[in-house]
């Protein structure tokens, strides 16, 4: 039996959201089903009433997990930076389950709340590493690649341009109270209870708190060289790996911009246990007579490009009666009471209706509450989620062309792309559909995609056998 140790960021107990933990999961259930043995450290949960960090340990059906409580890498914290290079308490516990389990394999999947050090120890060891890229955090703190002007960030100056920029802006104290929050009181009895209360509450927080204290300038900035010695490490480590799994060839080609160009770089969209709950749309039922409705699905941050979608629906003034607009999914409540507030009367007239969150098991309602999806990323995209999701359901997409947004969206067949940030030419798109109403039904048929995830883990355990043989020679 193949044991595998995976390295990651909580379980989908605490961190409830994200396609990173969902994949995770689904993956280590599907190995497990496939005759794998797994192992799972992580990052977790923040323990107010201890000053040490150490590990639990507990099981679920299909994985066995060392949970790292307080770990001194704070996710989203700027001074905790350091720790991404190397940081000894998580490494002296990353060896002793190294010695306890002594894995075949290693599949990183995230280092957020660890450390880029495991990724040499591993290597040192003599285990077979496999890394798993889901976003842009070994190039860059703040994940996106974005740099202060909202610029893709093609040079950081060799760490110059990280210290001017205001990178992972939290603040440490509350990174370990949201922890504790998440993993100590959310799932208790009193705090679902309270749990209506405690989202109110972290939007306040989200609201006021955020910009006042953690977008300024931070009191102690660090070395550039800092940055420089976080960037060398992650580039040199990953070419060592045995192997990388990127989420699309967009992601691939932007590492390799940076050099990373390990030959065992592999190429596979992400899966989602969620995929098995969405079944096709029945073209004939879409459009309803009407009005053609538009969806967007996701976080509602500046980078996924809602505001496009505002600006856009107020293009369309003179078509308001025949056409909605619903945006499902929270995010940043600043970003959002921004728009509400300055703009509210233009929302309404733009037929916009803000929907709120939903939850993994409403996501076929979701899709088929909407005609066509609108994903206007304004950043390098790695590899959506719900663009999975919108072609398992047939939903015609329009879509921004970057990232690897455009490796699912095939103009003029599933959907349409148009330039990022481009509100005139996602408005003309929009038009489209809801002049030709019969199209919508037509993009739906000609949209044919299948997933099959039993399927992936078998690839995936290849690529570890294969890797172990190659560092083995055997």
Not at 66 to 87: F, R
Not at 162 to 167: A, M
Not at 207 to 219: G, R, V
């Given at each position: 039996m193949l044991k595998v140790l995976h390295v990651g960021w909580w379980t989908l107990e605490y961190r409830k959201i994200g396609g990173i933990p969902i994949h995770v999961e689904t993956l280590m259930k599907y190995l497990h089903k496939h005759g794998c043995e797994n192992v799972y450290f992580c990052g977790g949960r923040y323990n107010l009433l201890s000053k040490s960090v150490y590990l639990k340990k507990w099981t679920k059906p299909y994985t066995k997990i060392y949970e790292l409580v307080n770990s001194p890498n704070i996710v989203c914290s700027y001074e905790s930076t350091p720790t991404h290079i190397q940081c000894e308490p998580i490494e002296k516990l990353f060896n002793k389950v190294l010695e306890i389990e002594k894995p075949d394999v290693i599949h990183f999947h995230e280092l957020e709340s660890l450390t880029g050090s495991l990724l040499t120890i591993a290597r040192l060891k003599n285990i077979p590493s496999i890394v798993g890229v889901h976003n842009y955090w070994y190039l860059c703190p703040q994940i996106e690649l974005i740099d202060v002007n909202r610029q893709k960030c093609n040079d950081f100056l060799n760490g110059e341009k990280c210290v001017s920029c205001v990178v992972i802006p939290l603040n440490s104290r509350f990174g370990r109270i949201y922890g504790m929050y998440g993993g100590y009181f959310r799932n208790t009895f009193i705090g679902k209870i309270f749990e209506p209360i405690a989202i109110k509450l972290y939007k306040l927080v989200n609201k006021w708190y955020y910009p006042l204290f953690n977008t300024a300038e931070p009191e102690k900035k660090l070395p550039s060289s800092i940055f420089l010695r976080r960037r060398q490490l992650f580039v040199d480590e990953l070419n060592k790996a045995?192997?990388?799994?990127?989420?699309?060839?967009?992601?691939?080609?932007?590492?390799?911009?940076?050099?990373?160009?390990?030959?065992?770089?592999?190429?596979?969209?992400?899966?989602?246990?969620?995929?098995l709950r969405i079944k096709p749309k029945d073209p004939s039922l879409h459009p309803k007579p009407g009005k053609i409705i538009f969806g967007y699905i996701g976080r509602i941050v500046k980078e996924k490009g809602v505001h496009v979608i505002v600006d856009a629906a107020r293009m369309l003034e003179n078509y308001k009666n025949r056409f909605r607009v619903l945006i499902f999914g929270g995010g940043d409540e600043l970003y959002i009471s921004e728009y509400i507030s300055q703009s509210k009367e233009e929302i309404v007239k733009s037929n916009i209706e803000f929907k709120g969150r939903y939850s993994p098991g409403e996501i076929q309602k979701v899709l088929s509450s909407i005609d066509v999806a609108i994903v206007p990323s304004i950043w390098e995209d790695c590899a959506p989620i719900v663009l999975n999701e919108l072609r398992l359901s047939k939903t015609p997409i329009i879509a921004s062309r970057i990232g690897g947004i455009p490796e699912a969206v095939e103009h003029g067949v599933n959907g349409f792309l148009f330039e990022p940030g481009n509100a005139e030419e996602l408005a003309h798109y929009m038009k489209y559909f809801i002049e030709n109403p019969q199209e919508v039904s037509k993009f739906m048929e000609r949209t044919n995609w299948s997933f099959d995830i039993d399927k992936y883990a078998e690839e995936t355990i290849e690529i570890y056998k294969t890797a172990i043989a190659k560092l083995h020679g055997s």
């Amino acid at each position: 039996m193949l044991k595998v140790l995976h390295v990651g960021w909580w379980t989908l107990e605490y961190r409830k959201i994200g396609g990173i933990p969902i994949h995770v999961e689904t993956l280590m259930k599907y190995l497990h089903k496939h005759g794998c043995e797994n192992v799972y450290f992580c990052g977790g949960r923040y323990n107010l009433l201890s000053k040490s960090v150490y590990l639990k340990k507990w099981t679920k059906p299909y994985t066995k997990i060392y949970e790292l409580v307080n770990s001194p890498n704070i996710v989203c914290s700027y001074e905790s930076t350091p720790t991404h290079i190397q940081c000894e308490p998580i490494e002296k516990l990353f060896n002793k389950v190294l010695e306890i389990e002594k894995p075949d394999v290693i599949h990183f999947h995230e280092l957020e709340s660890l450390t880029g050090s495991l990724l040499t120890i591993a290597r040192l060891k003599n285990i077979p590493s496999i890394v798993g890229v889901h976003n842009y955090w070994y190039l860059c703190p703040q994940i996106e690649l974005i740099d202060v002007n909202r610029q893709k960030c093609n040079d950081f100056l060799n760490g110059e341009k990280c210290v001017s920029c205001v990178v992972i802006p939290l603040n440490s104290r509350f990174g370990r109270i949201y922890g504790m929050y998440g993993g100590y009181f959310r799932n208790t009895f009193i705090g679902k209870i309270f749990e209506p209360i405690a989202i109110k509450l972290y939007k306040l927080v989200n609201k006021w708190y955020y910009p006042l204290f953690n977008t300024a300038e931070p009191e102690k900035k660090l070395p550039s060289s800092i940055f420089l010695r976080r960037r060398q490490l992650f580039v040199d480590e990953l070419n060592k790996a045995q192997a990388i799994i990127f989420p699309s060839e967009r992601v691939k080609e932007i590492y390799a911009e940076h050099q990373v160009t390990n030959k065992n770089s592999i190429v596979m969209h992400p899966i989602n246990i969620n995929y098995l709950r969405i079944k096709p749309k029945d073209p004939s039922l879409h459009p309803k007579p009407g009005k053609i409705i538009f969806g967007y699905i996701g976080r509602i941050v500046k980078e996924k490009g809602v505001h496009v979608i505002v600006d856009a629906a107020r293009m369309l003034e003179n078509y308001k009666n025949r056409f909605r607009v619903l945006i499902f999914g929270g995010g940043d409540e600043l970003y959002i009471s921004e728009y509400i507030s300055q703009s509210k009367e233009e929302i309404v007239k733009s037929n916009i209706e803000f929907k709120g969150r939903y939850s993994p098991g409403e996501i076929q309602k979701v899709l088929s509450s909407i005609d066509v999806a609108i994903v206007p990323s304004i950043w390098e995209d790695c590899a959506p989620i719900v663009l999975n999701e919108l072609r398992l359901s047939k939903t015609p997409i329009i879509a921004s062309r970057i990232g690897g947004i455009p490796e699912a969206v095939e103009h003029g067949v599933n959907g349409f792309l148009f330039e990022p940030g481009n509100a005139e030419e996602l408005a003309h798109y929009m038009k489209y559909f809801i002049e030709n109403p019969q199209e919508v039904s037509k993009f739906m048929e000609r949209t044919n995609w299948s997933f099959d995830i039993d399927k992936y883990a078998e690839e995936t355990i290849e690529i570890y056998k294969t890797a172990i043989a190659k560092l083995h020679g055997s």
